[in-house]
């Protein structure tokens, strides 16, 4: 197999050829058909997450057909079948929070791409518990994104409750998805990006958001909840102003710069600040169900597998509007890196 490689944190991966991994009894091996590139995977390779596996393959929104299903493996997966494999890819099974529910937040807990080899290559193997059959409407690359950005979003709107009226700070991956699934309930949607960041603001309202603005402007309403995407602690006071009392702010990030002190007053009012951590197996089962049903519109950019250093340049300078997916069939693009630098946009 082939396979980007992080060996050290702040260094660029590296391609690297492996010998094919071989499934263990509770494990698929698959062919990897796309793999997204989540902002998780930059504080991965950056060192803002500090215990990744070394050598590590990064990625974990993973579309792949199965090619060999290990021999205990319970659920009904075929060999060939399309499966996803999102971030969390281990839990105990036994503690507190496995048994409620709660297996996000297990104590021992390992993640794709992180503590477990992931997708920025051509093969993979994956516990089959933790892997989603994927709905037929999307294709792969337009499915990778999917299996965090949706996820993820998907449990922070969640955590909104009935909120009629939401804000989004950070219009990516996630908000993208989040905001179409506002849209199909009838939600008002209030989207606040980098000041001067035109191209996301056309972007927002194009995905139908009712608003879309500077995050240092004040939101032209009182908002019910808002949902805070980017990994900027200055978000917060910022998003809680924002909000109408008893008003939700939800974190949706695993890393975040220091949030700055705040008057007490701005939350005041029983709002509530809170964060989404990692995602639990019926998240996975509940929105793939909900994204069968609301056709959405996935914006993907396609890079070839050793091309996974410029998508996670493009990422961190916030040059992507969709999100960036590495596709190990593609071949490299010819053009220097300053024309991949004005790739930017929806496909
Ligand atoms: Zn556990
Ligand atoms: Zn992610």
Known sequence: MRAMVLEKAGEA??????????????QLLIEVCACAVCRTDLHVVDGDLTHPKLPLVPGHEIVGRVLEVGRSVQAGFKVGQRVGVPWLGF???????????????????QFTGYQIDGGFATHTVADAR?????????????????????????????AAGEARSVGI???GAAAHIVAQICRHQGRAIYAFTRDGDTAA???????????????????PVPLDAALVFAPVG???????????????????????????AMPYDILWG??????IANLTRKDGVDFMKLAAEVPLEIHS???????ANIALDRLRAGQLTGAAVLVPSQTRKDVDPGQLAKRVGPA
Not at 207 to 213: D, E, P, R, V
Request: aromatic share 8%; glycine share 10%; net charge negative.
């Open 91 to 109: 839990t105990c099974g036994t503690c507190s929070y496995c048994t409620s529910g709660q297996e996000n937040l297990c104590d021992t807990a």
């Open 270 to 275: 029983e709002r509530v600040v809170r964060s």
């Open 13 to 26: 991966l590296r391609l690297s050829e492996r010998p094919d991994p071989v499934p263990a009894a509770h």
């Open 234 to 260: 200055e978000l917060v006071p910022l998003g809680l102003r924002a909000l109408r009392k008893g008003g939700t702010l939800v974190l949706g990030g695993i890393h975040m710069s220091t949030i700055p």
């Open 169 to 171: 700070y950070g219009f």
């Open 130 to 158: 933790y892997c989603f059959a994927i709905p037929d409407r999307y294709d792969d690359v337009h499915a990778a994104p999917l299996l965090c950005a949706g996820l993820i979003g998907y449990r922070a709107l969640k």
């Open 201 to 219: 603001q056309d972007f927002a309202r194009d995905l139908g958001c009712t608003w879309a603005g500077s995050s240092l402007a004040a939101a």
């Open 301 to 307: 950019e396609p890079f070839a597998l050793d091309e």
